[in-house]
């Protein structure tokens, strides 16, 4: 069975700092894409950054120079380091895992609120 689970969300000021970890257990994690995708209330779910089983890194335009993407293979986990918080950061923010369109895993989402 495929879980994924993040952690690490809350309530942070403006201008502050959360780290996001999503653990991957039932996958074989080295062959996967790990993604982190936010939506907000009455918008669209959307990427925020993406890391390839090679370690090719993509981040959307409104989180680039704030936010960093990492894995540890060894852990099954991937992590979001979320710097310069802004209050429109604010969302649900969910883990991706991505292999093929037949391996495509989502978690349960965790809730980030950037408000002072």
């Known amino acids: 069975q495929v879980q994924l689970v993040e952690s690490g969300g809350g309530l942070v000021q403006p201008g502050g700092s959360l780290r996001l970890s999503c653990a991957a257990s039932?996958?074989?994690?080295?062959?996967?894409?790990m993604g982190w995708y936010r939506q907000a209330p009455r918008q669209q779910r959307e990427l925020v950054a993406v890391i390839s089983s090679a370690g090719t890194i993509r981040y959307a335009d409104s989180v680039k120079g704030r936010f960093t993407i990492s894995k540890d293979n060894a852990k099954n986990t991937v992590y979001l380091q979320m710097n310069s918080l802004k209050s429109e950061d604010t969302a649900v923010y969910y883990c991706?895992?991505?292999?093929?369109?037949?391996?495509?895993?989502w978690g349960q989402g965790i809730q980030v609120t950037v408000s002072s």
């Open positions: 991706n895992a991505y292999w093929t369109g037949l391996n495509d895993y």
């Open positions: 039932g996958i074989i994690f080295r062959f996967y894409a």
